[in-house]
C-alpha cells in the first residue's frame, strides 16, 4: 500500500467495538466521504439503507430492486435463496447496491461496524463512483429514472393483471423473459426514460404501433403501384435485426396493445442490466480496489483498531481469493479477484514501473495513477479493459494458461501458457472469453413471410461450430406464443450455409 | 450529500406474492407431494411444513445457450505442470469442459429444486380436495390458543416482571443469614475488647490487637451487599393452552378385502379431519384404532392403514369392542368420546339390527359424536338402512355415502358449526 501524505496515527479510532450505531456510521461515512473526495472519486448522491437479514433476501430475489413487478420465477429464487441461508450453506452477501440517483445500498442489520465501514467504502464510494463514471452505464442506464420507470411497471403490470388475467400476465412474461438478452439494441443508444412522459405517451403510443402493425398485415387488396412496390421489396425486415424483443414488440402480428407494453418493460429492464453483464471483472474489481484502498487509508491515518483492520483484512482475502483450476472450489475466474488485481496492478505500473512495464505500458508507466485509473473505468467494458490493461506479470501471478478444446480432436490441448510467447495470446482469448457476444449465441430476426404464413424466420449465426443448446425447442415455444404464427431458427454456419433448422408450427390462429 | 434511512421497520415479506405464485404455478406437483406426504405420516401428525421437491427442468426458465461441442478456448488460472503443446483426455463431467477435471460452469445441478412449505401452506393443500369452506378452514389453521397464568415465582425473567416485594424478602433474608457469623464474632470480640479495657490502657498491644480484629468483622459486615442479583424474583407466567379438556377418538375400518388402497386413503382423510378438528378443542387427544373383518382387534396405527385382511364383514364385533373400551379405559364424565368410522357398506345381514341396538342403546349415549361414512359407488345395503333409523333417533350420529375425499366434509357439518363443544348433545 502507497503511504501518502498526511499521516497522522496519533487519532482516535472511530470506534472500538463491534456494535454499530447510526451516529457511528454517520462519522464513518464522513471520513470515508472525505478520503474519497482526496482521491477524486465522483458519486451520485448515497442513500444508505438499513435492512434485516429477511429484507435482504426479498431484495436478492427481485433482482436487487427495490421495487419490482410480480413472478414466480422471483417467488423461486426466493425460496431457494431461503433455503441455503437457513441452512448455513451460504452467507447474504454483505451488499446490494443500485445504479439509481441517488445511489441506494444496503447495509444489513447483523453486520459489524467494520463491515457496514466496508460496505460504504464498497458500495456506495466504489460501485457508485462507477455507475456515474462508466461510459456503458452513461450510456445504457438512466439512474435519475430507474426506480420511477419500475414504480410504472409494476403499476403497468398490476393493472394488467387485473384486466386480463394474472394467468395471461404471467405466460406472456414466460415468454418475454425466455427472450430478455435478446432485448438489447447493442449499437444504437437507447432513448431516455421519464415517468411523466412514459404514461402520457402510453395511450398514443399503443395506438399508433396498432396502426403500424394493421398497415403491414393489412389483407386488403393494393393499388397497383402498390402492388408493384410490394414485388419489389421481396423481404421483410430488409436488414436482419439483433433485438428480438423489439421486433416482436413492433411487428407481431397479433398482440394487444398491453402486451406490447409489457414486451416493451421487459426490454427496457433488459437494457438497464445490460451494462452489469459486460462489466462485472471492472465493477467488482473497481470497487474491491477503493474499498481496500479506503480502508486502509483510514487505518494508517488511526481511525480503525487493529481489530478492526484485521476482521477487514479477513473477508477482503476471502472476497478476493482465487482458486486454481484442480482445486476444489474452483468455480471459473473469480471477477473480484481478478478485478482487483488489474486495478492494482495499474497502480504499480504507474508509480513502480518495472522495465517489462515499460515496454508493455509505456502510456501508464510513471504518470498519475489516480488519473489512469480514472481513466481506465471510464472508456472499457471488461472484454477491452482485459485487451488492453492485462499485464504479463499478472499472467504469471495468476498463472493463467488456454485450453484448445476442439470437438474434432480426441484430446485438449493447451493452447498458450504464463511465458514469454503466451502473454499476448492468452490476453487476447481472456478478452475474448469476456466478450458477451460470444458467449452467447448470436441469433438475429432474419426474415418474416408476410405474404403467405406469416412464418418468422430467425438465423443462428454459428461462432466456431459451436451448436445451441436443447433449451432452444423451448425458447422457439415461447418466441412462437409472442409471434402468433410458426417460427423458424436456422443455424448457419461460417460460410454462410444453413446446417441446421429447427421449428415450431402454429396451426391455427389464436391469440395469446 | 447523504441519507441514513432505517428500513428494518418497513414490510419484510415483499416476496410473499412472488412465493404464492410459484406455489400456484407448481400446484399440480406440489399437491402431489402433499397427497404423498399425507399417506406416509400419522394423522395425529399433520401439522406440520413439509419439503416438496420439484424436478429442476421442470421449473427452469429457458434462454438460448450453447451446447458442448464445436471450438472453446478458454483460460484458466492455476497452471502447474503445464507447458504450451501438451495434450490431454477431455474430462468425463462434460460440464465445462477443458481443464484438469475442474468443475466446469456448465455442470451444476440436475438435483431437484427442493423446498418447505410451512404449515399453512401445507393445510391449504390438504385441505383442497377436501372442498372445506373457508371458515372451516381458517378455524383448522389456527394455531392453538393460549391463556397466560400466574405460576409463582423464577430466578430470572425480564425486568418488567421483577417481583418487588419478593426480592427484597429475599435480599433480606440472605443478609441475615449471611451476617450472622460476623456479627457473632464482632460481639465476642466486643466483649472481650470491654473486658480487656477494664485491666489495661488503650496502647496494649492486646487491644490494638483486638481493635484491628474489630475493624475487620465491621468490614466483612459493611461488604454483604444490601441486594444481590441473586435475591431477584420474578413473578412467572406459564401459558396454559386453552381449552383444557380432553379427548378420545375412535377411528373404526373396515379391513375386509372389499377396502381397497383408495378407499383407505379417503377414510385416512377423513379420521385426519376428525383428529384437526379436536385438535382445535382438546388440550389432550388419545387416539384409538379398532379394525375389524369377522372380528375387531384394538391395533396402532400403521397396522390400522396397512395390514390386510380378507373375509367376512361383521360390524357389530366392532361396536362392542368399542363399547368395551369405553367402558375400561375412558369413563365418559373425564373424556369427551368421538368416534369415526369408515366402510364400504358390507355387513353380514343378520347382524345390522344388533349393531342399530347397539349403537342407540349403548354407545351413543356416551358419546360426543358420531361419524359414519360409507365409501362405495353401489347401492345402499342393510346397514345402511339400519344406521338411518339410528341418525334420525339421534342428533349427534350423522352418516354419508361418499365416492371421493370431496364429498367428506358434510358429515362434520354440525359439528364444526356448533361454537362450543363443551355441552354434551345428547338427544
Not at chain 1, 296 to 319: I, K
Not at chain 1, 422 to 433: F, S, T
Not at chain 1, 447 to 472: C, F, G, M
Not at chain 2, 266 to 274: M, Q, V
Amino acid at each position: 500500500m502507497t503511504r501518502l501524505a498526511h499521516t497522522d496515527a496519533t487519532a482516535e479510532p472511530l470506534s472500538t467495538g463491534s456494535e454499530w450505531t447510526f451516529e457511528l456510521i454517520q462519522r464513518y461515512y464522513d471520513e470515508i466521504a472525505r478520503i474519497a473526495a482526496d482521491f477524486g472519486l465522483d458519486t451520485y448522491p448515497n442513500q444508505l439503507e438499513i435492512i434485516s437479514a429477511e429484507q435482504m433476501m426479498d431484495a436478492y430475489a427481485s433482482v436487487g430492486m427495490p421495487v419490482m413487478y410480480h413472478h414466480w420465477s422471483y417467488g423461486k429464487h426466493f425460496l431457494a435463496t431461503q433455503k441455503h441461508y437457513q441452512r448455513g450453506a451460504m452467507g447474504l452477501a454483505y451488499e446490494i447496491v443500485i445504479n439509481s440517483n441517488p445511489c441506494i445500498a444496503y447495509l444489513m442489520e447483523e453486520n459489524t461496524m467494520t463491515m457496514q465501514a466496508l460496505v460504504i467504502a464498497h458500495a456506495a464510494f466504489g460501485h457508485n463512483s462507477f455507475f456515474k463514471g462508466n461510459y456503458l452505464f452513461r450510456t445504457w442506464t438512466e439512474a435519475d429514472a430507474i426506480i420511477d420507470y419500475l414504480v410504472f411497471a409494476k403499476h403497468y403490470i398490476a393493472e394488467c393483471e387485473a384486466r386480463h388475467g394474472e394467468d395471461k400476465v404471467e405466460e406472456l412474461l414466460d415468454s418475454c423473459h425466455a427472450l430478455m438478452n435478446y432485448g438489447v439494441d447493442r449499437y444504437k443508444r437507447p432513448q431516455k426514460l421519464s415517468l411523466a412522459q412514459e404514461r402520457a405517451r402510453l395511450v398514443e403510443r399503443e395506438e399508433y404501433q396498432q396502426s403500424q402493425v394493421n398497415t403491414l398485415w393489412r389483407t386488403i387488396p393494393r393499388l397497383m403501384e402498390e402492388r408493384e412496390q410490394a414485388q419489389q421489396t421481396p423481404r421483410f425486415p430488409d436488414e436482419p435485426q439483433e433485438n428480438l424483443l423489439y421486433f416482436i414488440e413492433k411487428f407481431a402480428p397479433l398482440l394487444e396493445p398491453w402486451q406490447r407494453e409489457l414486451v416493451r418493460i421487459v426490454r427496457k429492464v433488459a437494457q438497464y442490466f445490460y451494462p452489469q453483464r459486460q462489466t462485472q471483472v471492472m465493477n467488482e474489481g473497481w470497487a474491491t480496489f477503493w474499498h481496500y484502498t479506503l480502508m486502509n487509508r483510514l487505518y494508517d491515518e488511526g481511525l480503525l483498531t487493529d481489530a478492526a483492520m484485521f476482521e477487514f483484512l479477513h473477508s477482503h482475502t476471502n472476497v478476493v481469493a482465487q482458486p486454481g483450476v484442480d482445486s476444489p472450489y474452483f468455480n471459473g475466474i473469480n471477477p473480484y479477484a481478478l478485478g482487483f488485481a488489474m486495478y492494482r496492478d495499474i497502480q504499480r505500473i504507474c508509480t513502480e514501473p518495472t522495465e517489462e512495464d515499460r515496454q508493455w505500458f509505456p502510456q501508464l508507466a510513471g504518470t498519475d495513477w489516480r488519473e489512469a485509473l480514472d481513466f481506465a473505468m471510464r472508456n472499457f467494458k471488461d472484454e477491452s479493459f482485459i485487451a488492453q490493461y492485462l499485464s504479463p506479470k499478472l499472467i504469471r501471478d495468476f498463472h493463467l494458461f488456454s485450453v484448445l478444446d476442439d470437438d474434432q480432436n480426441a484430446r485438449l490441448k493447451v493452447s498458450a501458457i504464463h511465458d514469454e510467447a503466451g502473454y499476448a495470446e492468452i490476453r487476447r482469448k481472456l478478452a475474448e472469453q469476456y466478450n458477451l457476444a460470444a458467449r452467447e449465441p448470436n441469433i438475429q430476426v432474419y426474415e418474416v413471410n408476410t405474404r403467405t404464413d406469416r412464418a418468422l424466420t430467425l438465423r443462428h449465426y454459428q461462432h466456431q461450430r459451436r451448436p445451441l443448446a436443447n433449451s432452444v425447442h423451448e425458447v422457439l415455444k415461447h418466441v412462437a406464443r409472442l409471434w402468433g404464427f410458426t417460427v423458424k431458427l436456422e443455424s448457419v454456419d461460417d460460410e454462410g450455409r444453413v446446417i441446421l433448422t429447427y421449428d415450431c408450427k402454429v396451426e391455427k390462429r389464436h391469440g395469446l | 450529500m447523504f441519507h441514513l434511512i432505517d428500513r428494518r421497520l418497513n414490510g419484510k415479506n415483499k416476496s410473499a406474492v412472488n412465493r404464492e405464485r410459484f406455489l400456484k404455478r407448481f400446484k399440480g406437483q406440489i399437491k402431489e407431494a402433499v397427497a404423498r406426504a399425507v399417506k406416509d405420516r400419522s394423522i395425529t401428525d399433520i401439522e406440520r411444513g413439509e419439503k416438496v421437491s420439484i424436478p429442476v427442468k421442470d421449473i427452469n426458465e429457458p434462454t438460448f445457450g450453447h451446447a458442448q461441442g464445436g471450438v472453446w478456448e478458454r483460460v484458466f488460472p492455476g497452471n502447474k505442470e503445464y507447458i504450451k503443446g501438451d495434450e490431454f483426455d477431455r474430462p468425463q463431467s462434460g460440464g465445462g469442459g477443458g481443464g484438469s477435471g475442474g468443475a466446469g460452469d456448465g455442470g451444476e445441478g440436475q438435483d431437484d429444486f427442493v423446498f418447505e412449505l410451512t404449515r399453512e401452506e401445507f393445510l391449504n393443500f390438504f385441505f383442497d380436495d377436501l372442498e372445506l369452506p373457508n371458515l372451516i378452514k381458517t378455524q383448522l389453521q389456527q394455531t392453538t390458543t393460549f391463556k397466560p397464568m400466574r405460576a409463582g415465582y423464577t430466578s430470572d425473567g425480564t425486568p418488567t416482571n421483577i417481583h418487588v416485594l419478593r426480592s427484597l424478602r429475599g435480599a433480606l433474608g440472605r443478609r441475615i443469614a449471611l451476617s450472622a457469623t460476623p456479627m457473632e464474632d464482632l460481639n465476642a470480640a466486643q466483649e472481650k475488647l470491654d473486658e480487656l479495657l477494664e485491666t489495661c490502657d488503650e496502647h496494649d498491644p492486646q487491644v490494638i490487637a483486638l481493635m484491628a480484629e474489630i475493624r475487620e468483622h465491621k468490614g466483612r459486615l459493611a461488604h454483604i451487599p444490601w441486594i444481590d442479583p441473586f435475591d431477584l424474583r420474578y413473578s412467572n407466567r406459564v401459558r396454559v393452552p386453552n381449552p383444557t379438556t380432553q379427548a378420545v377418538m375412535f377411528c373404526v375400518m373396515d379391513v375386509s378385502g372389499s377396502m381397497d388402497e383408495m378407499k383407505k386413503d379417503i377414510a385416512k382423510r377423513f379420521f385426519i379431519l376428525l383428529y384437526l378438528f379436536l385438535e382445535r378443542a382438546y388440550e389432550k387427544i388419545e387416539v384409538v384404532f379398532v379394525r375389524h373383518h369377522t372380528q375387531a382387534f384394538e391395533v396402532n396405527e400403521d397396522e390400522f392403514f396397512h395390514a390386510r385382511d380378507t373375509g367376512g364383514t361383521v360390524v357389530s364385533s366392532a361396536l362392542k369392542l368399542v363399547k368395551k373400551i369405553i367402558l375400561e379405559r375412558y369413563p365418559s364424565n373425564d373424556w369427551n368420546i368421538y368416534v369415526a368410522q369408515a366402510s364400504d357398506g358390507d355387513n353380514w345381514d343378520s347382524d345390522s339390527p344388533t349393531c342399530r341396538e347397539l349403537l342407540a342403546n349403548d354407545i351413543l349415549p356416551l358419546l360426543q359424536y358420531y361419524a359414519y361414512v360409507e365409501i362405495t359407488e353401489g347401492e345402499p345395503q342393510n346397514l345402511w338402512y339400519e344406521y338411518e333409523r339410528v341418525a334420525a333417533q339421534y342428533r349427534h350420529f350423522t352418516m354419508r355415502r361418499i365416492r371421493e375425499a370431496g364429498e367428506i366434509w358434510p358429515v362434520f357439518r354440525d359439528l364444526f358449526k356448533k361454537a362450543g363443544l363443551g355441552e354434551r348433545s345428547a338427544a
